[in-house]
């Protein structure tokens, strides 16, 4: 009795787990688990990065193999022993329907179901698509390998969603620190003024940097937790792929009902919120300024002094001779260098900027309306001029003479003020108050050392 259990044990031993008929060119895994050699192959088919044992799930880097030739002698000699049960009934029986104990080899698809012929006939899988296990097992795996590949993508996306938003997130710091050394250079001139503002506008940057960080965080741990379910899913796939061909049509309909796209998540964008200052007026309303009452102006040729040079398009004008047969008559009104624009105004506020290139003297303002008629050169004065004049020296830094200087104006009419600003250094040069007639044009004046002066009308970008 005893030497027939042994030998009953050592025939189970020289049995494969996967196809539970004697061993047929026995190889051997890490874990130490014996297979057939096309058994272990061929439940490894769908697989590519992980590789576990059907027995233990122990995985098997790159699904590596060692041919056992000792226990393959062994499995030819068991051969030769007489056994008393048939090879499917080693391990376990042939299951029945518990409703009509008859062999299971039907599986709706529908249903993901194994049946018997009574279940057919049964009204539950009237019109339904009924297989035969064995195709049905085949069917199972390729839809198994699918959602695998698709899982994998999904990974693959997730993992992609996860790098772009840790870049967003650099991307987001890397703003923040512009716009604080943006800042810096304002604080340091505006010092006294501005020491508490800097402290207010320090800290709101501060609080969005929490608040980005900790939205960054929070989107970074659902990425993570997403992508972790995605593996978990994943890997659960992975082991139903290598269940017996009844338990995996047992199981089947769960992991249907499991499997789903799930919403990736979504990559947080963090707009910075560009602060500015209060204080002091002049300069923190400069922004406001040129963002509403911004003029496109465009220069008189007509009013053009015979020693400028206006541009084809009337954006620029040049201290220079102009050609002898230009036909022009403002230089018998005006008796210095100037030209006037072609808008004019008699009401509102409105705001325009210039560049300027090279050394000499510039003014900038506003004359009346009569300048556009002939009138004397005896008849002008200075109350007929609202303007502001410029002494523009070489750079101490010759790296700088290659910037341009820029300006701008801002007139209220009703207010009765005409301010002007250096643009470069954003600071509040000069203010002039007074009564403005019925109407008023924006002029430009060269003086006598201004033969290397270059003034083109520019708009904010």
Known sequence: MAFASSLTELQLQATCPICSDYLRDAVT???GHNFCDSCVQERWAYLQDIFPCPVCFHHCPGGATKR?????YIVDIMKQLPTGRSKRKRQEEEPLCEKHNEVLDLFCEEDSELLCPQCRASSDHQGHHLLPTGRAIVNQRKKLKTYMELLKKQINDAKMVYEDQVREGTEARFQIENCKGELKPEFEKFKFHLKTEEIVMSSSLLTSEIIMEDKLTQNKNSISDHMKTLKNLLDELTKKCLQTDQNLLRSIKSTDLQYGDLPSPVVLTYEIKRESSTLPPHYIGLNNMVSTFQENLTLDLETAHANLIVSNDR???????RPMNFVGNFQHRIPFPAVLCCESFTEGRHFWQVEVKGTGELSLGLCKENFREKIPVSSISDYD??????????????????????????????????????LKSKFFLHKITGTFPERVIPFFAFGPSSDSLMLSLVMEQ
């Open 315 to 321: 954006k620029r004008v040049t201290f220079g001779i």
């Open 68 to 72: 056992n030739t000792q226990l393959s």
């Open 385 to 422: 001029f609202w303007q502001f004049k410029l002494t523009l020296r070489p750079f101490w830094d010759t790296e700088q003479e290659e910037q341009d200087r820029r300006y701008g104006v801002f007139l209220d009419y009703e207010l009765g003020e005409l301010s002007f600003y250096n």
């Open 29 to 31: 895994l890490d874990c």
